[in-house]
């Protein structure tokens, strides 16, 4: 197991395009959290899943973003009518499920609105 | 809601000397974790150390530990020897522990460390 993949790990798009990225966590971990990160700046926490419910939110989440983790495995991330303000390093992590759990992550998708 | 505060935006020592970063939280939870991550340039967020509220005993691995102080609501992180692949910005974190499970992390801005040869 390599750990957390992400894919794409860049994307340019132009503003009011939709974008979709991609978080394969390590295999049998059950949780799965998405972060945001600007530059100069701390991660900032998206939502999170357990397997394929998604349990919680953050009010940065607004109604253009929706996350999925179908089956429970791999999650997508998408944004639509993107916005300048929207550029930033998509993280993904990923935690066993148990208690006290560290959290895993991958190496991001950077994301640039023109 | 918890804050994560890192008032050193940035620090700079020499190869092999002993480093201290600064992270302070402000919470009204009992149960938490707090964390040190790294990131180094272009790479990704890697676990650094962790320490559960819980214990009084400060947690160790290899040249890092931790001085936490819960009722300062303080946890900074010592690094000894440093080394050039030190060099990286540390993110302090905190996640509270609450019923049915872990939540997401709430991240300090960072301090970016630098050692020079």
């Known amino acids: 197991d390599t750990g957390v993949s992400q894919d794409p790990r860049h994307k340019i798009t132009k503003r009011g395009q939709n974008v979709t990225f991609r978080c394969d966590p390590i295999s049998e971990h059950n949780r799965l959290y998405w972060y945001r990160q600007t530059l100069g700046q701390g991660p900032e926490f998206l939502t999170y899943f357990q397997n394929e419910a998604q349990l919680e939110k953050s009010r940065l989440l607004s109604d253009r973003f929706s996350a999925e983790r179908p089956k429970g495995s791999f999650s997508t991330l998408e944004i639509q009518r993107t916005e300048q303000g929207d550029s930033a390093m998509y993280l993904c992590?990923?935690?066993?499920?148990?208690?006290?759990?560290?959290?895993?992550f991958g190496p991001g998708t950077r994301l640039t609105v023109l | 809601a918890q804050t994560v505060t890192q008032s050193q935006p940035e620090m700079s020592v020499q190869e092999a000397e002993t480093v201290t970063l600064s992270c302070t939280y402000d919470t009204s939870e009992s149960n938490y974790y707090l964390f040190w991550y790294k990131q180094p340039p272009s790479r990704q967020m890697i676990l650094v150390i962790r320490?559960?509220?819980?214990?009084?005993q400060n947690a160790t691995e290899n040249r890092f530990s931790v001085n936490f102080q819960k009722a300062a609501k303080s946890f900074s992180l010592k690094i000894s020897d440093s080394q050039l692949g030190d060099t990286a910005m540390y993110f302090c974190?905190?996640?509270?522990?609450?019923?049915?499970?872990?939540?997401?992390?709430?991240f300090g801005k960072g301090t970016h460390l630098i050692i020079q040869p």
């Open positions: 974190a905190f996640m509270k522990r609450g019923r049915g499970g872990a939540d997401g992390l709430t």
């Open positions: 320490q559960e509220a819980y214990k009084q």
């Open positions: 992590a990923s935690s066993p499920g148990h208690g006290g759990d560290t959290q895993y």
